[in-house]
């Protein structure tokens, strides 16, 4: 079974920048895409960045030009980069990676805080 490993949240003044990584910690040998969403206690579950595996990169609007997200599909590695952060990123973060044939997997969750 596949198992994904975030890593690289934190606490981070607003203005700040974090990187937070997803691994699969399994084979997964073909990948229809990876993605980030996050969740702040009383929201519901956003889309903040995909990536497919042609190399399209898609963004929530609420992130656009502050976050970049890179991936490697072959690896089922992927990365987000977080720049310009404000109190209003903080959330957990969670990695999805869908494989082909379609079956979605969902990290554990990473908290970022940002502060002012």
């Known amino acids: 079974q596949v198992q994904l490993m975030e890593s690289g949240g934190g606490l981070v003044q607003a203005g700040g920048s974090l990187r937070l990584s997803c691994a699969a910690s399994?084979?997964?040998?073909?990948?229809?895409?990876m993605a980030w969403y996050r969740q702040a206690p009383g929201k519901q579950r956003e889309l903040v960045a995909s990536?497919?595996?042609?190399?399209?990169?898609t963004y929530g609007d609420a992130v656009k030009g502050r976050f970049t997200i890179s991936g490697d599909n072959a690896k089922s590695t992927m990365y987000l980069q977080m720049n310009s952060l404000k109190p209003e990123d903080t959330a957990v973060y969670y990695c999805?990676?869908?494989?082909?044939?379609?079956?979605?997997?969902w990290g554990q969750g990473t908290q970022v805080t940002v502060t002012s």
């Open positions: 999805y990676i869908e494989s082909d044939p379609v079956y979605g997997y």
């Open positions: 990536i497919s595996n042609g190399g399209t990169t």
């Open positions: 399994g084979r997964v040998f073909s990948i229809n895409g």
